[in-house]
T-cell receptor, first 112, second 110 residues
Framework: DADVTQTPRNRITKTGKRIMLECSQTKGHDRMYWYRQDPGLGLRLIYY???????NKGEISDGYSVSRQAQAKFSLSLESAIPNQTALYFC???????????FGAGTRLSVL | DQQVKQNSPSLSVQEGRISILNCDYT??????FLWYKKYPAEGPTFLIS?????DKNEDGRFTVFLNKSAKHLSLHIVPSQPGDSAVYFCAARSGNMLTFGGGTRLMVKP
């Protein structure tokens, strides 16, 4: 089983819909992250959390929200999806801040 | 403006030869640098890293070089193998966060 699991793996939705992407991990790490990947731009940080009561905005948090329900779970929500949120989304965990991170397999989201 | 740049979107190399992937950065506060490899339909996986107090780190076929004065790092893979074909991302740490470059697609031809 994967250490970092993202669901769903693929999702197509319509403009204006609310959508939630889920991430769970079995690595026991406190730190969790959400990134989006766009062609040529690499991975950009959306939100990160260092424990259950800690939520921090990343580089591109507008239009997104997160919830850290438990140490092992970190979900990303798009309250009203728009087409430029079409991207590949990755969840990651780390043992210490800024060190090597462990990534899930990604969720490919298309907003029509 | 991107603080970490990988100016070559793609690189093609013959099997057995050396692959050199480059990365430039602008933020002097970066203190730790990492390389990740990504295969299609998978998440990035950590490959090798280097602290800003070093100028070289080697792990098997992979070597990372850091030139702080030039704000440049490079990843050398030698010898290159077809299984090395993937997208490579460099990343730099400042405080609690990693900043990623745009990636370079490496193709190793048999």
């Amino acid at each position: 089983d994967a250490d970092v699991t993202q669901t769903p793996r693929n999702r197509i939705t319509k403009t204006g819909k609310r959508i939630m992407l889920e991430c769970s991990q079995t690595k026991g790490h406190d730190r969790m992250y959400w990134y989006r990947q766009d062609p040529g731009l690499g991975l950009r940080l959306i939100y990160y959390s260092f424990d259950v009561k800690d939520i921090n905005k990343g580089e591109i948090s507008d239009g997104y929200s997160v919830s850290r329900q438990a140490q092992a779970k970190f979900s990303l929500s798009l309250e009203s999806a728009i087409p430029n949120q079409t991207a590949l989304y990755f969840c990651a965990t780390s043992e210490q801040a800024g060190t090597s991170q462990y990534f899930g397999a990604g969720t490919r989201l298309s907003v029509l | 403006d991107q603080q970490v740049k990988q100016n070559s979107p793609s690189l093609s190399v013959q099997e057995g030869r050396i692959s050199i992937l480059n990365c430039d950065y602008t933020n002097s506060m970066f203190d730790y640098f990492l390389w990740y490899k990504k295969y299609p339909a998978e998440g990035p996986t950590f490959l090798i890293s280097i602290s800003s107090i070093k100028d070289k780190n080697e792990d098997g076929r992979f070597t990372v070089f850091l030139n702080k004065s030039a704000k440049h790092l490079s990843l050398h893979i030698v010898p290159s193998q077809p299984g090395d074909s993937a997208v490579y991302f460099c990343a730099a740490r400042s405080g609690n966060m990693l900043t990623f470059g745009g990636g370079t697609r490496l193709m190793v031809k048999p």
